[in-house]
């Protein structure tokens, strides 16, 4: 069964401060997809990467993939108000015709002032 | 514009009274799939639709039903709510264009059953 944990569930930092947040997952899957969830919103699709070794980057959001150490990371850099959110990882199951993701828990990201 | 919309976005019911969900997408994908998110366990897929008439259980398929008479809707249907059955509930109309497949969610609809 595939599972999707994300660390930390829970941030709260300051602004302009750097920091990472980690999506493992449990078997083979080379698609890995970063989500952002604005309070009381649908979630808006951030990156996609899908190959060992991709990097994606967006403004401040850097996200990158190692597909043999089964983990993605999404970097922050020199945080701001705007990007808190909720953050969520999901992967590819690719299991049969099923075009499942697989999600996180999504991690809760307060950026303070 | 291209969108996914879902009707009523708020809804308070009561225990045991039908009701329906709608989700209607103009993209004309053929992959649609219904979730439903709850604090701490991320989304988990109720039920999915591959195309017309195609329709297959998710990892929580218990206590809902759909259909897919059409290719833009596919309306999720309780026909027998329950209080576990409280949370918030996303349709998604899928790109699969072979590299990836792309999730286009809806707005959200929030249910509480008393």
């Known amino acids: 069964e595939l599972k999707v944990e994300q660390n930390p569930l829970f941030l709260s930092m300051q602004e302009g401060k750097n920091y990472t947040i980690y999506c493992n997952y449990s078997t083979t899957s080379d698609r890995l997809y970063w989500y952002r969830q604005d309070p009381g919103k649908s979630l808006e699709s951030l990156f996609v990467?899908?190959?060992n070794g991709a990097v994606k980057q967006e403004g401040r959001l850097m996200a990158s993939l190692d597909t043999k150490a089964r983990l993605s990371t999404l970097h922050i850099t020199a945080a701001v108000h705007d990007l808190s959110a909720t953050y969520f990882c999901?992967?590819?199951?690719?299991?049969?015709?099923?075009?499942?993701?697989?999600w996180g828990a999504g991690t809760k990201l307060i950026i303070k002032p | 514009e291209a969108q996914v919309t879902q009707n009523p976005r708020y809804l308070i019911t009561v225990t045991g009274k039908k009701l329906t969900v709608t989700c209607s997408q103009n993209m004309n994908h053929e992959y649609m799939s219904w979730y439903r998110q709850d604090p701490g366990l991320g989304l988990r897929q109720i039920y999915y639709?591959?195309?017309?008439?195609?329709?297959d259980k998710g990892d929580v398929p218990e206590g809902y039903k759909v259909s897919r008479k059409e290719k833009r809707n596919f309306p999720l249907i309780l026909e027998s709510p329950s209080p576990n059955q409280t949370s918030l509930y996303f349709c998604?109309?899928?790109?699969?264009?072979?590299?990836?497949?792309?999730?286009?969610f809806g707005p959200g609809t929030r249910l509480t059953v008393l």
């Open positions: 639709s591959m195309n017309v008439e195609v329709t």
């Open positions: 999901a992967v590819d199951s690719r299991m049969d015709s099923n075009y499942q993701l697989i």
């Open positions: 998604a109309s899928i790109s699969a264009s072979g590299l990836y497949n792309e999730q286009f």
């Open positions: 990467l899908l190959s």
